[in-house]
């Protein structure tokens, strides 16, 4: 017996570090960027196959405790232990703000489930896949999970939770990845002992979660530009809490230099992707094309 699941990519438009405070935020799912899950009967002990680790899934580093935690969680509910391989296909780059680890916690959720014989409902899958966020990043909002699980725009709210925002934007989304491991636990550590010391960090937190709501509505109203020069302002605010790198904030002059509408860090900062909010197609390759030394790769999405 097999079973498998397939998760896609996210990336956050708006609103990373203050969603953790209780303000909204909008993020989307990358569907061009996926892993799939499969898990399998085996003899002897239970397995892991990934890109990065092949060997017993109880022995792995550290940075798989969440899974971990997925697969012990699943057991304890089934009431039994069966030896499984666990085998993870397909690539989304980790540590770069992408939601690599929420895809595989959800992926991992929903398969070992189906193996098992859970009934597990929605709300069940979103709150394992939460707390195995929790393990990895120290302090999850639950966007990241939403996201991966949603077919459309995710808009979240801690006290609403996830709602589906349908339609476009009419604008063109320039994805760059910086090459550079993001660090999201660090990064939320270090902006929470920002905010216990300085009210002005506060302040601008508050500003930062009202943004989100602003391109909502931009959103909505299909004004690019409205929502590019929130993009604007939300990275002069994360580059202030420190999340921004010398790398990002050349490849954002060079973005506003070529025509972008906004551009920003997206995810945790110190490294990761940054995106740009481009007007059309030819824009986003002429900005592409200019940071090709900075990145390690790119994407380029119709919103």
Same mark, same amino acid.
């Not at 699941?5 to 405070?21: M, N, P, Q, R, W």
């Given at each position: ?27 989307? &799912? ?25 060997? &017993?899934?109880? +022995?792995? &580093? ?18 039994? /232990? ?83 925002? +349908? ?28 905010? /216990?010391?300085? &009210? ?32 604007? +302002? ?66 380029? /999405?119709?919103?």
């Amino acid at each position: 017996m097999q079973t498998s699941c397939t998760a896609h990519g996210k990336v956050i438009l708006i609103g990373e570090h203050s969603v953790v405070y209780g303000y909204d935020a909008l993020a989307m &799912p990358i569907k061009a960027l996926h892993i799939t899950t499969s898990v399998e009967e085996t003899a002897g002990t239970t397995w892991m196959d990934t890109a990065l680790y092949h060997g &017993p899934f109880f +022995e792995a &580093p550290d940075d798989y405790n969440g899974l971990k935690y997925v697969v012990r969680e699943l057991c304890k509910r089934a009431g039994k /232990e069966i030896p499984v391989k666990l085998t993870y296909t397909g690539e989304i780059p980790i540590e770069r703000g992408l939601g690599s680890s929420a895809t595989v916690a959800l992926g991992t959720t929903k398969a070992l489930s189906q193996f098992l014989g859970l009934k597990l409902t929605e709300q069940d899958i979103m709150d394992i896949t939460n707390h195995a966020e929790t393990i990895n990043h120290g302090k999850a909002s639950g966007l990241d999970a939403a996201t991966v699980n949603s077919e459309s725009l995710v808009f979240f709210s801690k006290q609403a939770g996830p709602q589906a925002l +349908e339609g476009t934007l009419g604008a063109i989304l320039l994805i760059m990845d910086t090459g550079d491991l993001g660090n999201t636990r660090e990064a939320v550590t270090m902006v929470a002992r920002l905010l /216990e010391k300085s &009210p002005a960090a506060k302040a601008d937190m508050q500003r930062l979660g009202s943004l989100a709501d602003q391109v909502e509505d931009a959103w909505v109203k299909q004004d690019p530009a409205a929502v590019g020069t929130c993009f604007n +302002e939300a990275q002069t605010i994360l580059a202030s809490f420190g999340l921004s790198t010398p790398k990002i904030d050349q490849m954002c002059q060079i973005a506003a230099k070529d025509g972008a509408l906004g551009c920003k860090l997206s995810g945790g900062g110190l490294g990761g992707i940054v995106i740009a909010l481009c007007k059309d197609g030819a824009s986003a390759r002429k900005i592409a094309a200019d940071c090709h030394d900075l990145i390690a790769h790119h994407w380029i /999405e119709e919103i």
